[in-house]
């Protein structure tokens, strides 16, 4: 199972939009969008499950992709002590 980071999503992204649109590449295990916490409203990012070689898969498929207007930003997970450094 690998962790994708989904990023640049317009801010009136659902769940169910983004579950459909990476299901084109294989079964999404689990997905978790950033919510605000009084809007409710996407913060324009979040994070889904799926099996290795589907991951692979939507990677290519769907990082700098529009969606909504924006191109999206697609990879894996960077454990949180690799952010930011170089």
Same mark, same amino acid.
């Given at each position: ?31 978790? #969008?950033?919510?605000?916490? %009084?809007?409710? =409203?996407?913060?324009?990012?979040? *994070?889904? &499950? ?5 991951? +692979?898969?939507?990677?290519?498929? #769907?990082?700098?992709?529009? %969606?909504?207007? =924006?191109?999206?930003?697609?990879? *894996?997970? &960077? ?5 930011? +450094?170089?």
């Amino acid at each position: 199972m690998k962790k994708l980071f989904v990023g640049n999503l317009p801010f009136t992204t659902n769940e169910e939009e983004v579950t459909n649109l990476f299901s084109q590449f294989g079964k999404v295990r689990s997905i978790k #969008l950033a919510t605000d916490v %009084f809007s409710n =409203k996407c913060k324009g990012f979040g *994070f889904i &499950e799926m099996e290795g070689h589907e991951a +692979r898969a939507a990677i290519a498929g #769907l990082n700098g992709r529009d %969606f909504n207007g =924006k191109p999206l930003r697609v990879n *894996f997970e &960077e454990p949180k002590f690799n952010r930011g +450094r170089r």
